[in-house]
C-alpha cells in the first residue's frame, strides 16, 4: 500500500479522492497483541481551515470532555509573517467530535505562559496548567469566566518567592513549574505534577477542591539512582484509584496510590535507529505524557515516546508493550514532530497534539472481524 501510494504521488495522477482513499490505508497501524485494535489516521479530522483561517503555534497539551469535545492548549510561538495570510488562534481551541471549532478563548496574559496540560471535570469546568507559572485555574465551561486559581499570580514555591529562588516543596497550595493535572471524579481532590523543568519543584501535590493543600510525594528512587533529575511531567488517575506519573529523565512511568505509596515502575525503553556518536541522543524521553484506552478497565496505556517519536501502547498491568502508533519524526501525515499532548475519547479514538508541528491528528480504531483480523485494511508491517 505504501509502495502504491509513493507511486501515485511520483507520477502526480492522484485525485484528492484517491489520496483520501489511500493515505490512511498506508499508514494503519498493525496489532501486536491479540484482541488490541489496529488504528488508521482520519485525514479528515480536524476540519481545515479552523474557524476562520485560525492559525496555531505550538500545542502543548490537550484534553477531552465526557461529550467527546477536545480542548487544545495553543501556545501561539507562530511566524509573524504567516499572519499575512491567517488570523492568530485563541489559546484554547474546542473541537466537536466531528472536528469542527466550536470557539476559541482565552487571554494569554492570565493564563499564564507555556500551556502544558489540561482537564476537564465531571461538571465540564476546564482545568488550565501554564507550566511557567506558580498556579493552576479553573475556568467555566466556555471559558468565559475563570471559576478558581489555585495559587498566587507572579509567585513560586521557593525561597525568594521568584522563579530564580531555589525550590522548597512545601506544605502549600502554591507551585513551581507545575506541569499535569486531574480530578478525583470521586471527592473533586486536586493532583497536580508540580516540577516541569530542572530548577523547579519535583512532586506531586493534592489539594482538596476548595484550593487547601492535602498532602504531596516525590518521585521514588532506587538505591543508585539519585543522581538522576525528578521531572513529574504527567500526571493521570485511572478508574481503580491509581495515579500514574511520567518520570522523564528516568524513562519511565511511576504508580503509586492517593497517598503517594509507589505500587510499581514501567520502563519505558528506546532504540535508536541511527547511530549515535557525535550527537545528542535519547534526552527527550521515553514517557512524557499518557492517557488510558477507553474500556471500563483501561487495559492499556497509551504513552507519548519522545525518543522514538512514537505512540507506545503497553498493557497497562504487566507493562508488556502491544503496538506502536505513528510513523516517526516528520511532517507527513501520521509522523509526529514533538508529540506533546494525548488523548482518548469514549469511542477509543486516539488524539496526538504536537508542540514542533503545531497541530492534532487523530486515529481512529478499526473494527476487528471474528477470527481477530481486520475487516477493513491491509497491514503494513
Not at 118 to 129: K, Q, R, S, Y
Not at 185 to 214: K, M, Q, S, W
Not at 345 to 372: C, I, K, W
Request: charged letters at 25%.
Amino acid at each position: 500500500m505504501i509502495r502504491l501510494l509513493n507511486i501515485c504521488l511520483q507520477l502526480r495522477f492522484c485525485s484528492r479522492n484517491l489520496l483520501t482513499f489511500l493515505l490512511p490505508l498506508a499508514i494503519a497501524v498493525p496489532a501486536y497483541s491479540q484482541g488490541f485494535p489496529e488504528y488508521r489516521l482520519d485525514v479528515d479530522w480536524p476540519q481545515i481551515p479552523l474557524a476562520d483561517n485560525w492559525l496555531t503555534g505550538g500545542i502543548g497539551g490537550m484534553c477531552i470532555d465526557s461529550r467527546d469535545h477536545v480542548f487544545l492548549l495553543n501556545r501561539q510561538n507562530v511566524v509573524e509573517e504567516d499572519l499575512d495570510g491567517a488570523r492568530l488562534a485563541p489559546p484554547v481551541i474546542e473541537l466537536d467530535p466531528a472536528g469542527k471549532v466550536v470557539r476559541g478563548w482565552g487571554d494569554p496574559a492570565l493564563l499564564g505562559g507555556r500551556l502544558h496540560d489540561c482537564h476537564v471535570d465531571t461538571a465540564g469546568n476546564v482545568w488550565i496548567v501554564a507550566a511557567a507559572t506558580g498556579y493552576v485555574q479553573k475556568y467555566t465551561p466556555d471559558g468565559s469566566r475563570l471559576l478558581q486559581q489555585i495559587g498566587e499570580r507572579s509567585i513560586y514555591d521557593s525561597s525568594d518567592g521568584s522563579r530564580r529562588g531555589d525550590p522548597l516543596n512545601s506544605d502549600s497550595a502554591q507551585f513551581f513549574l507545575p506541569a499535569a493535572i486531574d480530578v478525583d471524579p470521586a471527592n473533586g481532590d486536586i493532583y497536580v505534577a508540580d516540577g516541569e523543568l530542572p530548577g523547579g519543584n519535583t512532586r506531586i501535590a493534592v489539594i482538596n477542591a476548595d484550593g487547601r493543600f492535602l498532602r504531596q510525594w516525590r518521585l521514588h528512587r532506587d538505591p543508585g539512582e539519585n543522581e538522576i533529575i525528578e521531572l513529574p511531567h504527567c500526571l493521570r488517575l485511572s478508574n481503580d484509584g491509581l495515579v500514574y506519573v511520567c518520570d522523564r529523565r528516568a524513562d519511565r512511568i511511576q504508580v503509586f496510590d492517593r497517598f503517594g505509596k509507589l505500587q510499581k515502575q514501567l520502563p519505558m525503553s528506546f532504540s535508536p535507529m541511527s547511530p549515535v556518536q557525535d550527537r545528542a541522543s535519547g534526552g527527550r524521553g521515553s514517557a512524557v505524557v499518557l492517557d488510558f484506552s477507553a474500556d471500563p478497565e483501561q487495559r492499556y496505556l497509551y504513552v507519548v515516546n519522545q525518543n522514538s517519536v512514537r505512540v507506545e501502547v503497553i498493557e497497562r498491568d504487566s507493562g508488556t508493550p502491544v503496538a506502536s502508533i505513528g510513523m516517526g519524526p516528520g511532517r507527513y501525515p501520521g509522523q509526529f514532530e514533538l508529540p506533546h499532548g494525548i488523548g482518548v475519547d469514549s469511542r477509543g479514538n486516539l488524539y496526538v497534539a504536537e508542540q514542533e508541528g503545531r497541530r492534532v491528528q487523530r486515529f481512529t480504531p478499526v473494527p476487528q472481524v471474528s477470527n481477530g483480523e481486520s475487516s477493513e485494511i491491509t497491514e503494513v508491517r
